[in-house]
T-cell receptor, first 112, second 111 residues
Framework: KAGVTQTPRYLIKTRGQQVTLSCSPI?????VSWYQQTPGQGLQFLFE???????NKGNFPGRFSGRQFSNSRSEMNVSTLELGDSALYLC???????????FGPGTRLTVL | ELKVEQNPLFLSMQEGKNYTIYCNYS?????LYWYRQDPGKSLESLFV?????AVKQEGRLMASLDTKARLSTLHITAAVHDLSATYFC???????????FGTGTSLTVIP
C-alpha cells in the first residue's frame, strides 16, 4: 500500500514570501499531523487535523496554518517567511485514535 | 509542556558491542514510539510500545517501556555498521496524535 506522499520535496523561497506544502496520507488514515525539523530545535509538532478540523496545535506563530480536505489530504501554509523557517517539514498520517504515525519523505524548505 | 530527554546525544561504538539508549519523559503517557532516521531521509518506525512493561525486539534492537519510571530504553546488541543512524523516541499525549520527540541519539558504528 502506498505510503505518505509530500510535495514538493524541495523548495527555495525568499524572506517575506509565502509557501504551501501538500501531504497525501496513507489510504484509510484520516489523521494528518505536521512537524518541523531543524538542527537547533529538533522535531517539533505543528498541528494535527482530523475530519477537516484542527484538533491539536503546537506552539508556533499564526504565520503557520493548515487545512485538511474531505479526502484527508492536507496542506500547510507559511506566510511572511523568515530565515528561521528553513527546515524539513514532515507530514505523518495515522488512524485518529493516537496509534502509530507514518511519516512522509518531507519537504525541505530553504528561505533565503 | 511534556519534555522528552534522550541520552546520550552522540554514541560511537565498535561493531559487535552492546549499548543502551535512554528516553525519559516528564508526564504520564503509556504510548511511546521509537523511530530511525538516516541522513537526509524521513523517519522510519521501529517500535510501538503501548503499555507498561512492553518489550519488543527486532533483529539487534530491543525496546522496553516502564511507564511508572517514565523511561524507555533501546538496547543494541552486537552492533553492525548498518545500524548507524539517528534514533528518536516520541511520546504521545493522552488526547492522541501529537508526538513529543526526544532530541535524538546519533549512533555511529565503527568497523
Amino acid at each position: 500500500k502506498a505510503g505518505v506522499t509530500q510535495t514538493p520535496r524541495y523548495l527555495i523561497k525568499t524572506r517575506g514570501q509565502q509557501v504551501t506544502l501538500s501531504c497525501s496520507p496513507i489510504s484509510g488514515h484520516r489523521s494528518v499531523s505536521w512537524y518541523q525539523q531543524t538542527p537547533g530545535q529538533g522535531l517539533q509538532f505543528l498541528f494535527e487535523y482530523f475530519s477537516e478540523t484542527q484538533r491539536n496545535k503546537g506552539n508556533f506563530p499564526g504565520r503557520f496554518s493548515g487545512r485538511q480536505f474531505s479526502n484527508s489530504r492536507s496542506e500547510m501554509n507559511v506566510s511572511t517567511l523568515e530565515l528561521g523557517d528553513s527546515a524539513l517539514y514532515l507530514c505523518a498520517s495515522s488512524f485518529p485514535d493516537g496509534s502509530e504515525q507514518f511519516f512522509g519523505p518531507g519537504t525541505r524548505l530553504t528561505v533565503l | 509542556e511534556l519534555k522528552v530527554e534522550q541520552n546520550p546525544l552522540f554514541l560511537s561504538m565498535q561493531e559487535g558491542k552492546n549499548y543502551t539508549i535512554y528516553c525519559n519523559y516528564s508526564t504520564t503517557s503509556d504510548r511511546l514510539y521509537w523511530y530511525r532516521q538516516d541522513p537526509g531521509k524521513s523517519l522510519e518506525s521501529l517500535f510501538v510500545l503501548l503499555s507498561n512493561g512492553a518489550v519488543k525486539q527486532e533483529g539487534r534492537l530491543m525496546a522496553s517501556l516502564d511507564t511508572k519510571a517514565r523511561l524507555s530504553t533501546l538496547h543494541i546488541t552486537a552492533a553492525v555498521h548498518d545500524l548507524s543512524a539517528t534514533y528518536f523516541c516520541a511520546v504521545d499525549i493522552p488526547t492522541g496524535n501529537q508526538f513529543y520527540f526526544g532530541t535524538g541519539t546519533s549512533l555511529t558504528v565503527i568497523p
